[in-house]
RNA sequence: GCGCCCGUAGCUCAGCUGGAUAGAGCAACGGAUUUCUAAUCCGUAGGUCAGAGGUUCGAAUCCCCUCGGGCGUACCA
């Protein structure tokens, strides 16, 4: 069943193309004449209006208001909308008529899957990269929404019959591994000096001292002295080869269970990066080693150099680039511990989120590690590469460095490390080439606007990609309630896995208030669906390229435009149906026999309107990939529901009047559970 | 400096290729419950759409300038 909206303007573009021909030869040979229908901007407009007149009529120079009514002549809705009239500068208004509503919705009702939404005529292969967490750190806020939007966007996709395929890029190589694997190392070396751990006092002082340089400066060339007596004293053959403590910690590893390595790590992770941060500018150097290019048996095949301490993980991470050697054999090892760990950790979160994502969804960076030498070959070949001190770049017309010379897009470091832009075109690649993408989405935040714009025109530099084939849908930042950005700032993250825990727990006890009757097992259920449901309908109700403020309150206030508002509207119905078998009314029976139906109340008639546009509110959240826009719609059907349930008895109607009202009730429920529960992933409890 | 995003009611935000008198929620105020769940409904009040200019039948929306905020800007993601 095509949408109201897209018969209409189907029809009405037809009768100004008509129109617009006659006169104006030169006109019709442009692209087509849209109507431009849209929702009414005022009821007392009617349904929906038409906008396009007045632009038609400027391109041909006429009187809009004339044109409209020549126009009107030839649109042909008879069958659809009251008599059309011409208003204002040059808007058709139309109106439905209660006999199409009905039949409509009759219709609507016998489609008990799609709710009579058609599928797309033209499938495509999607991908949808989104959620993409990092290994070793906890989930938090920011996360939420790439993850919630980016699943939303797949079930959109797949409900208009696309095939979509998710990509979980998670955070699993690069920088991150350097950190890990360094993370473990001070882990190693806090628990050989015993007491507490080291790393929990230095995050403490550099935390207190952020902002004095002096003492800063103090506190991080106390931890180097420290950093580098535990390292010259770990090794059997040559310094710092870590075999006297380093690699048996890293084999007793596996012995350990994963909720006390997974705690640790998160921490260690945010040690690493917060004493890289601290040490920015401040000048201290620390001793590493690298192997030689050649070296003779026996002799120590490592050589001694200088480095910045701040850039030690980032040394890891080059000398880790190898991974898959004989020698890397323990740091492999422990490396996959932590990315199953984390993965085991993240799944966690998405199963409370309600969000479809599975291990087979997860293709991280670390998986395209083999291609990454290619990638760069290859473009060095097409000549789209070239070297620039010393990393290997490409330079996009359009995008300039501060000094205004072109800013490069580097796929390889001066020492060899490749970035992220090597494995996002990696990936890109692998997408288009193996996963047969007809198109690819990036669900990620605003900041990263700049590299997509980038990534994209090298692909398309190098021949990889067509025009239109790659979005980047991005949404605002993750705000404090001071208003200014949520730094990612070690500590100063909300974790997510806190953040549900405390929503379903306010849920929880609201339900003890309201309904303090039912078992604890279904109270347990419904604080689960309303706490969840409030904090992820709360960010789809967001514009999503609007900064998020974060805001425990906002997020978990159960009134007004919330989840709990409509899952309150589907309680109402739900107890409407239990309540019937006392008052002796068949409901099944009552809607199976159903022909006709009789809308002759105000709220009656409105509630049917809004039901029969589910359509076009699901049709314009996927074109845009825009979620608020499909819970607006929703807000409105239950808002029109709650009028409609006040004025209008159910059960106790006459007769007559019954079966239209229970048909009522029960499409609002359909298409309430089918908006929250099917596309945006919210549970809809029967009772609450 | 340059580039991108943003500024709408006291607060949080909608506003869909430019469309009619700019809409919600929260908070405030007034009303509604012997009747299917009051986590509700009905009503009142609240605005120089940051400011100035331009484009046109018509601008919160497009263009220019100013002010204010955010983000990005060569080896982090």
């Known amino acids: 069943?095509?949408?109201?909206?897209?018969?209409?303007?189907?029809?009405?573009?037809?009768?100004?193309?008509?129109?617009?021909?006659?006169?104006?030869?030169?006109?019709?040979?442009?692209?087509?004449?849209?109507?431009?229908?849209?929702?009414?901007?005022?009821?007392?407009?009617?349904?929906?209006?038409?906008?396009?007149?007045?632009?038609?009529?400027?391109?041909?120079?006429?009187?809009?208001?004339?044109?409209?009514?020549?126009?009107?002549?030839?649109?042909?809705?008879?069958?659809?909308?009251?008599?059309?009239?011409?208003?204002?500068?040059?808007?058709?208004?139309?109106?439905?008529?209660?006999?199409?509503?009905?039949?409509?919705?009759?219709?609507?009702?016998?489609?008990?899957?799609?709710?009579?939404?058609?599928?797309?005529d033209r499938p495509q292969t999607v991908v949808v990269d989104f959620s993409c967490p990092n290994v070793a750190k906890q989930m938090h806020v920011g996360h939420l929404r790439s993850t919630i939007i980016g699943d939303c966007i797949c079930r959109l996709l797949e409900f208009e019959g696309h095939k979509v395929i998710r990509q979980n890029h998670i955070g699993d190589w690069g920088t991150a591994l350097g950190m890990v694997i360094l993370g473990l190392w001070h882990m190693c070396m806090a628990e050989k000096r015993g007491g507490k751990p080291y790393y929990e006092n230095d995050i403490e002082d550099l935390k207190v001292y952020a902002n004095n340089k002096q003492e800063l400066k103090n506190i991080c060339n106390r931890i180097r002295i420290r950093h580098e007596e535990d390292w010259e004293e770990d090794f059997i053959e040559w310094r710092g080869d870590g075999k006297k403590r380093f690699k048996p910690f890293l084999d007793n590893l596996k012995t350990r269970e994963d909720s006390a390595i997974w705690e640790k790590i998160t921490i260690l992770y945010q040690y690493v990066n917060l004493l890289e941060e601290s040490l920015v500018g401040l000048g201290l150097t620390t001793i590493t080693r690298v192997k030689k290019k050649s070296y003779k048996k026996d002799e120590n095949p490592f050589e001694y150099i200088s480095i910045p301490y701040e850039s030690l993980s980032r040394h890891i991470t080059a000398m880790m680039q190898n991974i898959d050697d004989k020698d890397n054999e323990q740091e492999k090892d422990a490396w996959e511990r932590i990315r199953k760990i984390s993965l085991k950790y993240f799944h966690e979160i998405y199963r409370i989120l309600n969000v479809k994502l599975s291990m087979e969804d997860v293709r991280g960076e670390s998986d395209y590690r083999k291609n990454l030498s290619s990638t760069v070959n290859d473009l060095l070949r097409h000549n789209t590469a070239v070297k620039s001190n010393e990393a290997i770049c490409i330079f996009p017309d359009g995008f300039k460095t501060k000094e205004g010379k072109p800013l490069p897009f580097i796929i390889q470091k001066s020492d060899g490390a490749y970035l992220y832009a090597t494995t996002d075109l990696a990936a890109?690649?692998?997408?288009?080439?193996?996963?047969?993408?007809?198109?690819?989405?990036?669900?990620?935040?605003?900041?990263?606007?700049?590299?997509?714009?980038?990534?994209?025109?090298?692909?398309?530099?190098?021949?990889?990609?067509?025009?239109?084939?790659?979005?980047?849908?991005?949404?605002?930042?993750?705000?404090?309630?001071?208003?200014?950005?949520?730094?990612?700032?070690?500590?100063?993250?909300?974790?997510?896995k806190e953040l549900l825990d405390e929503a379903v727990e306010r849920a929880k006890a609201v339900v003890e208030q309201k309904n303090s009757d039912l078992p604890d097992e279904e109270k347990k259920e419904i604080a689960k669906a309303v706490g969840i449901g409030a904090v992820k309908y709360a960010d789809f109700s967001n514009n999503r390229t609007s900064d998020y403020v974060f805001s425990f309150d906002k997020m978990l206030a159960m009134e007004g435009n919330t989840a709990p508002y409509m899952q309150y509207a589907y309680a109402r119905i739900k107890s409407i149906e239990r309540k019937a078998i006392s008052?002796?009314?068949?409901?099944?029976?009552?809607?199976?026999?159903?022909?006709?139906?009789?809308?002759?109340?105000?709220?009656?008639?409105d509630l049917a309107k809004q039901l029969v546009r589910y359509g076009e509110a699901v049709e314009s959240a996927a074109d845009d990939y825009r979620p608020n826009y499909l819970t607006s719609y929703l807000y409105e059907l239950a808002q029109k529901f709650s009028t409609f349930y006040t004025t209008c008895p159910v059960l106790d109607a006459a007769p007559a009047k019954r079966p239209t009202r229970l048909l009522l009730c029960d499409l609002t429920a359909r298409t309430i559970e089918h908006g929250l529960r099917k596309l945006l992933g919210i549970e809809v409890p029967k009772q609450m």
């Open 1 to 120: 069943m095509k949408t109201v909206v897209d018969i209409l303007e189907e029809r009405i573009s037809a009768a100004m193309a008509a129109v617009g021909s006659v006169g104006s030869p030169q006109v019709s040979g442009q692209s087509g004449f849209p109507a431009i229908v849209r929702p009414a901007a005022d009821a007392q407009f009617g349904d929906y209006q038409v906008n396009g007149v007045m632009a038609l009529a400027k391109k041909m120079k006429t009187n809009p208001k004339q044109l409209a009514e020549k126009v009107l002549e030839k649109i042909d809705v008879a069958d659809i909308c009251e008599k059309p009239e011409v208003a204002g500068p040059g808007f058709i208004n139309l109106k439905l008529k209660p006999d199409f509503v009905a039949q409509n919705l009759l219709q609507i009702n016998i489609d008990n899957k799609r709710l009579g939404i058609e599928k797309t």
């Open 428 to 496: 890109l690649r692998y997408r288009v080439k193996e996963l047969k993408a007809d198109k690819i989405i990036y669900v990620t935040d605003a900041r990263q606007k700049q590299h997509f714009e980038m990534l994209f025109k090298v692909a398309k530099m190098a021949g990889w990609l067509k025009d239109g084939q790659v979005f980047h849908v991005m949404f605002g930042s993750v705000l404090g309630d001071d208003g200014k950005p949520l730094k990612t700032r070690s500590g100063e993250n909300v974790k997510l």
């Open 583 to 605: 008052k002796e009314v068949d409901v099944e029976k009552e809607l199976s026999k159903i022909k006709s139906l009789d809308l002759a109340e105000r709220a009656e008639l």
